[in-house]
């Protein structure tokens, strides 16, 4: 079984300058986790998640830090205190989306998605053609494709 037999063709997606408030609702009218970003060709920039919408709702936690002979020594990954701070002050998309994007060829095996699922672990894998979106698939199609082949 290849990608293009299980992905979802119908495809809903966002552009970078689309706010973070609209993307909020499209996840939670459409009951899903994460959208792809495109350009106006329907190019993949990015995807943007739950977990990157969440970071708006938390509290926004310095990290903590001692001083030793007069240099800082952070406790806490201040890199991502940094990540965290620009995406709690985002009003776009493409200020928190993920741009490091997992994808696949149409014609890639399903046992190799789900492998891809696995070691880097993402929910979702958008599903391209000659550069283009085609569809998207999650970890409940392939569930689904494994009930199909057993039942």
């Known amino acids: 079984m290849l990608a293009r037999d299980i992905m979802t063709r119908e495809v809903i997606m966002v552009k970078p300058d689309t706010t973070i408030e609209e993307a909020a609702k499209i996840l939670v009218e459409n009951k899903i986790s994460g959208i792809p970003v495109v350009d106006d060709d329907e190019n993949i920039l990015g995807i943007v998640t739950e977990k990157d919408l969440m970071v708006k709702a938390s509290e926004l936690k310095v990290p903590f830090y001692i001083t030793l002979f007069d240099s800082i020594i952070f406790l806490e990954n201040p890199i991502r205190f940094n990540n965290n701070l620009k995406k709690y002050f985002a009003s776009q998309v493409q200020d928190v989306m993920t741009t490091r994007v997992i994808m696949v060829e149409e014609d890639t095996p399903v046992s190799e998605v789900a492998r891809l699922m696995q070691s880097e672990k993402v929910n979702r894998i958008p599903v391209v053609k000659e550069g283009k979106i085609t569809g998207i ?15």
Do not use: E, F, Y
């Open 137 to 151: 698939i999650t970890r409940n199609d392939i569930l689904k494709s494994l009930v199909r082949k057993d039942g």
